[in-house]
């Protein structure tokens, strides 16, 4: 036999003659992970399916069909959600818009200035206070629900636009964002030569700053905007007027009447799938101003 064929025949390094030679352990383990999480998509995206199923039947069809089977309904529930109380449910849906849109954006704001100045200047106290937010990130809703009514009612402000917007506006957990982002998206080099140039504080924070925050600041907008359009408990704390509810509460209220009136089942179904389609929406619109370069053109220190 020649040397060629021993080589052939020779078992490969780091294995037992004889034994078949299986998949790498890197690629079997790194199957176990892939499937836990094909298991946790398909939990999140089940309920998903079911509302947009149930979305498209009649209420005749709800009770009797197979659960994943689509309906010929959802033109007529959609006709009759927009009729209802002369199509309310819009008025809340633009509520929705409102508290979430304007709320996310002020929040956005104030936790760009405020995680800018944690995470670039020095002053005395810095570390506590970034402590107590983080222990605002800590602190249940429910626990800050019945203190900000308080307020609200003290200062008259109770069943108001204002009521939902102005707790919303300071997010412990935006601001933490805010301040981790800055420390990495924002070299100290850039805002000192932004310094020898004679700029102002202010100037830096604008032109520098902020143009490199603009991805982290993004991802902020997102979580506000999902969290307050999803919001319940503060709203139905301080609202008593259903015209100002938003479409988390509002459904809520058509669900609470369904007890009674079977029928309006399909509404508040049909409703809770076309919430979804705004939160879509944004996301689609806004992920292109996500950067995987954070600090493109920029000094790294």
């Known amino acids: 036999m020649s040397s060629l064929a021993v080589r052939k025949a020779a078992p490969a390094a780091g294995t037992t003659p004889g034994t078949a030679q299986g998949p790498p352990l890197r690629r079997r383990i790194a199957f176990v992970p892939t499937l836990v999480l094909l298991l946790g998509a398909l939990y999140c995206l089940l309920p998903v399916a079911w509302v947009v199923m149930a979305a498209t039947k009649s209420g005749k069809e709800l009770f009797s069909t197979f659960t994943f089977l689509p309906g010929t309904g959802f033109a007529d529930n959609v006709a ?7 199509g309310i449910y819009w008025q809340w849906m633009g509520n929705s818009a409102l508290y979430a849109g304007l709320g996310a954006l002020l929040s956005t704001a104030v936790s760009a200035v405020s995680g800018y100045a944690l995470a670039i200047y020095r002053f005395r106290g810095r570390e506590t206070v970034f402590n107590i937010l983080l222990a605002g990130v800590l602190m249940p809703p429910v626990i800050l629900a019945i203190p900000q009514y308080l307020l609200m009612a003290k200062a008259d402000l109770t069943d108001s636009y204002a009521s939902v917007l102005l707790p919303l506006i300071l997010s412990p957990y935006g601001v933490y964002l805010g301040r981790i ?23 830096i924070f604008a032109r520098i700053g902020l143009p490199m925050m603009v991805p982290g600041l993004v ?6 905007f999902v ?16 015209e100002k509810f938003p479409m988390t509460l509002g459904l809520f209220t058509l669900l609470a009447q369904g007890n009674s009136q079977p029928a309006l089942y399909t509404l508040v179904i049909t409703g809770s799938l076309l919430a979804i389609i705004p939160l879509i929406a944004l996301f689609l ?4 101003f996500w950067s995987l370069d954070l600090l493109s053109g920029a000094v790294k220190s």
């Open 285 to 288: 619109v806004i992920q292109r």
């Open 80 to 86: 009759d959600l927009t009729a209802y109380r002369d």
């Open 219 to 224: 991802t902020i907008f997102l979580f506000q």
């Open 181 to 203: 982002y800055a420390a990495a998206a924002v070299p100290a080099d850039v805002v000192e030569a932004g310094r020898m140039d004679g700029a102002g504080e202010w100037r």
């Open 227 to 242: 969290a307050i359009w999803n919001n319940f408990l503060l709203p139905y704390i301080m609202l008593s007027d259903d």
